[in-house]
Nanobody, 127 residues
Framework: QVQLVESGGGFVQAGDSLRLSCAAS????????TGWFRQAPGKEREFLAG????????GFADSVKGGVTISMEDDKRTIYLQMNRLKPEDTAVYYC????????????????????WGQGTQVTVSS
C-alpha cells in the first residue's frame, strides 16, 4: 500500500504562485510514475502534469503548459507542482497520484492509469 500526502494548498489571490508538495509515506518515488490532477467543482478530474521515477521524463496537459512545473526533490521523496499566475478558474482540489513505473518513457495522462491517490489539497484563487 502506498500512501500519498499532498500539502501546500490554500487561499491565494489571482496572479499569485503556489507550490504543492506530494510525499509518499515511508518510501521514495523512484519506482513510481507520479502525476498531479485537479478537480474543480462540477467538473471532471483532469490531468495537469506527471513525472517519471527517474525525474527525467515529463508529461503536461496542453491546457497548463507554461503555467506549471513539476519536479522531484533530489532524495526522490517529494514531488512538487509549481503553479504560476494563478487564476480563479484554477480553484480546485489538487491530487497527487502514483503508479508503479512500467515504461520509464511513458507518463500517462488518464487517471485510470494511476493506482494510488492522495486525499487532495484545496486551492482557492480569488479575483
Amino acid at each position: 500500500q502506498v500512501q500519498l500526502v499532498e500539502s501546500g494548498g490554500g487561499f491565494v489571490q489571482a496572479g499569485d504562485s503556489l507550490r504543492l508538495s506530494c510525499a509518499a509515506s515511508g518510501r521514495t518515488f523512484s519506482s513510481f510514475t507520479t502525476g498531479w490532477f485537479r478537480q474543480a467543482p462540477g467538473k471532471e478530474r483532469e490531468f495537469l502534469a506527471g513525472i517519471s521515477g527517474s525525474g527525467t521524463r515529463y508529461g503536461f496537459a496542453d491546457s497548463v503548459k507554461g503555467g506549471v512545473t513539476i519536479s522531484m526533490e533530489d532524495d526522490k521523496r517529494t514531488i512538487y507542482l509549481q503553479m504560476n499566475r494563478l487564476k480563479p478558474e484554477d480553484t480546485a482540489v489538487y491530487y497527487c497520484a502514483a503508479r508503479f513505473q512500467r515504461d520509464p518513457g511513458v507518463v500517462p495522462s488518464n487517471q485510470e492509469s494511476y493506482d494510488y491517490w492522495g486525499q487532495g489539497t484545496q486551492v482557492t484563487v480569488s479575483s
